[in-house]
């Protein structure tokens, strides 16, 4: 069973950045496609980045395009997510994700990813 655990969350002003983390365990390879969604109060999950196994593709939704950059160190099980300029829009519980289909795809639907962290809170204030 894998695990995934996300950090890095928190309160934040308009304009600022944050960083997520988030640590897989209980699986031996890491040829995986990784991913963060988020959900904001009274909306739909949304796809927000993905990242192939190697890091060679990237995937982002186009309201976060441009400010967050996900990136992953295999060697520690860990995927990233960089945020900046964050708007108060960028308001959610953000889940780390991952899927036992894809490699060196990275897809966008829920339905594509198995394991889901517990969430991480991230608040922007304006």
């Known amino acids: 069973q894998v695990q995934l655990v996300e950090s890095g969350g928190g309160l934040v002003q308009a304009g600022g950045s944050l960083r997520l983390s988030c640590a897989a365990s209980?699986?031996?390879?890491?040829?995986?496609?990784m991913g963060w969604f988020r959900q904001a109060p009274g909306k739909e999950r949304e796809f927000a980045a993905g990242i192939s196994w190697s890091g060679g593709r990237t995937d982002y939704a186009d309201s976060v395009k441009g400010r967050f950059t996900i990136s992953r160190d295999n060697a520690k099980n860990t995927v990233y997510l960089q945020m900046n300029s964050l708007k108060p829009e960028d308001t959610a519980v953000y889940y780390c994700v991952t899927t036992f289909y894809y490699s060196d795809y990275v897809p966008e639907r829920r339905l594509d990813y198995q394991y889901w962290g517990q969430g991480t809170q991230v608040t922007v204030s304006s």
């Open positions: 209980g699986r031996t390879s890491t040829r995986y496609a």
